[in-house]
């Protein structure tokens, strides 16, 4: 059998090179998924996104280390290795494996060049390499995806291990599985876990803790075939990313919003100057701390869109973050099931705040992820200037 050389394989460095060329925006996120005990084993999953404003990755990829195995740089940095192995993965299931090269990164393989060559097995010829993974590992990253519940963990490792093995070409043997078939076992688990646990854990993750726990992508979200007349803008000021949501409103009072602006680190100034582009002299319900103070001007938020034609409608006080959610899903849908807001497809900032934003211990929003909630707290000021929920409070009255 022909001898390993590194210099059949391309290294990571290199494929990102070629991503970051083809996908100047695009995004690549890692994760810790899990480590032992003792710190010594290390699973990371890495994703890889076209658009650094795409909900979706294109793919993604994950790998093991152990400390002190697989080379020298695993004795201080197998963490570190990890990491990189597991882009390498995700980049390999996407465009990236390189022209003429072998699919493993040059960094794995230098790991496996590097092993104690006490025996030599016979290998069978494959066109996809088997993972690296081992089954105890591949069971504690299903117990981590699974909150660490045992009983539900094996539930759901069994099920989806049943179904991956209905397919005849894979057997049971996890140490004979490629990259691809460990990417499918877990898509299975994750599946099931999205399914199932709400009812077997009793958990109300997808739901109660959720923000917009009343939003659902295939109820909500729709191309209207016309637009109502009557137009308005929500707002958000922040440095980070300044947001704006357009709607129309029906005769009925069903919202639709179909358009959005998020500009990163910009200002009030350029924020309106693109709403006027897209919707000018109408309506704007922007953040009522807004009319105290601007980003980045003396003059206030609300007077720089009052000044660029805007008609402002805003509360004193700043709603608390409750009382928009509550108005928000009540929109989204009311106790008799009527749905009285939707969104168009094209609108990701806010179908993204809706379906990831979640709420804090006390009930509020949890604003602890910068990239979240801005779209979402744009369409709210709206909603609960617009449609309230009352509270109606009892008294007594003396005769």
């Not at 890889?48 to 152990?66: F, H």
């Not at 854990?201 to 659902?216: I, K, L």
């Not at 191309?223 to 357009?246: C, H, I, P, R």
């Not at 707290?377 to 009352?390: E, M």
């Amino acid at each position: 059998m022909a001898k390993f050389n590194p210099a059949d394989y391309e290294m990571v460095e290199d494929r990102l090179a070629k991503f970051w060329k083809d996908n100047p925006n695009g995004r690549v996120y890692t994760e810790v998924v899990k480590t032992s005990d003792d710190g010594t084993m290390v699973i990371v999953k890495a994703y890889i996104y076209a658009d650094k404003e795409d909900i979706n990755p294109v793919a993604t990829g994950i790998a093991q280390e152990l400390q002190g195995q697989g080379g020298f740089a695993n004795t201080d940095a197998w963490m570190e290795n990890c990491e990189t192995s597991a882009i390498g993965r995700a980049l390999a299931n996407w465009n990236y494996q390189g022209t003429g090269k072998k699919r493993p990164s040059k960094e794995e393989m230098s790991k496996v060049a590097k092993q104690p060559t006490t025996k030599k097995p016979v290998v069978q010829e494959t066109t996809k390499p088997p993972s690296k993974i081992t089954e105890v590992a591949l069971k504690s990253l299903v117990l981590s995806m699974c909150n660490d519940d045992k009983n539900f963990a094996k539930k759901c490792y069994d099920t989806s291990m049943t179904r991956l093995t209905m397919d005849k070409s894979v057997g049971s043997d996890i140490k004979e599985w490629s990259d691809e078939t460990v990417e499918k076992f877990i898509s299975l688990v994750e599946s099931y876990v999205t399914k199932f646990k709400q009812e077997f854990e009793a958990s109300f993750e997808t739901t109660g803790n959720r923000a917009a726990y009343n939003f659902d992508r295939n109820t909500h979200c729709v191309q209207a075939k016309e637009l109502s007349s009557y137009l308005w803008w929500g707002t958000d000021f922040n440095v980070d990313y300044m947001t704006a949501v357009l709607a129309c409103q029906f005769t009925d009072g069903t919202i639709h919003y179909f358009d959005e602006i998020r500009l990163k680190n910009s200002n009030t100034e350029e924020l309106a100057i693109k709403m006027k582009q897209i919707a000018p002299n109408i309506e704007c319900y922007p953040d009522p701390a807004g009319n105290s103070r601007s980003t980045v001007s003396r003059r206030s938020d609300h007077q720089i869109l009052r000044d660029h034609g805007f008609l402002i409608r805003a509360k004193k006080a700043h709603p608390s973050h409750i009382d928009r959610l509550n108005a928000l899903n009540r929109k989204l849908k009311d106790a008799e099931g009527h749905i009285g807001l939707t969104v168009d497809p094209k609108c990701v900032n806010l179908i993204k705040d809706f379906e990831q934003c979640q709420r804090d211990s006390k009930g509020g929003l949890d604003k602890s992820q910068i990239e979240l909630t801005h779209a979402l707290d744009a369409a709210t000021y709206a909603i609960s200037y617009k449609f309230p929920i009352v509270r109606k409070l009892s008294s007594s009255i003396k005769w």
